[in-house]
């Protein structure tokens, strides 16, 4: 198994990929969205990778820039969309593309780390509720408990919770 950073030319691979891995409701946005995230044009950039196993493409990850609401500040990403094709799941490769982006994202800086998933699968790479706490989301979410973040390098968290914007093929209430 390869990671790399995806390309342009890899958006229909990455569309079928979070087309087959979500459930039916969800598919059609969240597969737009991780299309969307390979054109945003944000400084830092989003952080787009992609698991290939014998040449095909069979994961996607994308880690995208995350600013103060009120000082547009950068205070780190958040990780989203994430899919593995069913056939390839269970394998390890999730987790090798998070740990891939989280070295990545520490070589480049300190900084937070967001996430909105299940606790028991991201807690186990250092996410927890408690740190997500420090950035509350920017829309109200179905499953509050899913709201996570970690250190990325030597980072500390504020005392006080600062709010947050984030890029825009993710400023959809839909997707929260
Ligand atoms: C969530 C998702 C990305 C996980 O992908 P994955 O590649 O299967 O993840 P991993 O293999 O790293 O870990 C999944 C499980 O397989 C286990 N596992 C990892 N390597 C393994 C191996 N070699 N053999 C057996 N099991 C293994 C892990 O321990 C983990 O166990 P868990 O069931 O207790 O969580 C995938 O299920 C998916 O695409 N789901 C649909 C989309 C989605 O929900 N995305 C996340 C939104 S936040």
């Known amino acids: ?45 989003v952080l787009s990778l992609v698991a290939e196993v014998d040449d095909t493409v069979i994961g996607h990850i994308t880690f995208s820039p995350v600013t103060s609401h009120d000082t547009k500040k950068h205070l780190g990403y958040i990780l989203a969309p994430l899919a593995v094709r069913p056939s390839h799941q269970k394998r390890g ?39 997500g706490g420090c950035y509350p989301p920017p829309y109200q979410l179905e499953y509050a408990f899913g709201w996570q973040a970690m250190a990325l390098g030597d980072f500390d968290f504020p005392s006080s919770s600062i709010s947050i914007s984030c890029v825009s093929s993710l400023s959809n209430p839909a997707l929260w």
């Open 1 to 45: 198994m390869k990671i790399r950073k995806a390309t342009q030319n890899d958006a229909d691979a990455i569309r079928g990929i979070h087309f087959a891995a979500f459930p039916e409701g969800e598919r059609d946005l969240v597969s737009d969205v991780a299309v969307k995230m390979l054109s945003e044009e944000t400084s830092p950039p």
């Open 93 to 131: 490769i999730a987790s090798q593309l998070i740990m891939s982006g989280v070295q990545h994202l520490s070589e480049l800086g300190s900084g937070a780390l967001l996430v909105y998933g299940d606790p028991d699968f991201y807690s186990r790479f250092g996410f927890g509720a408690d740190r």
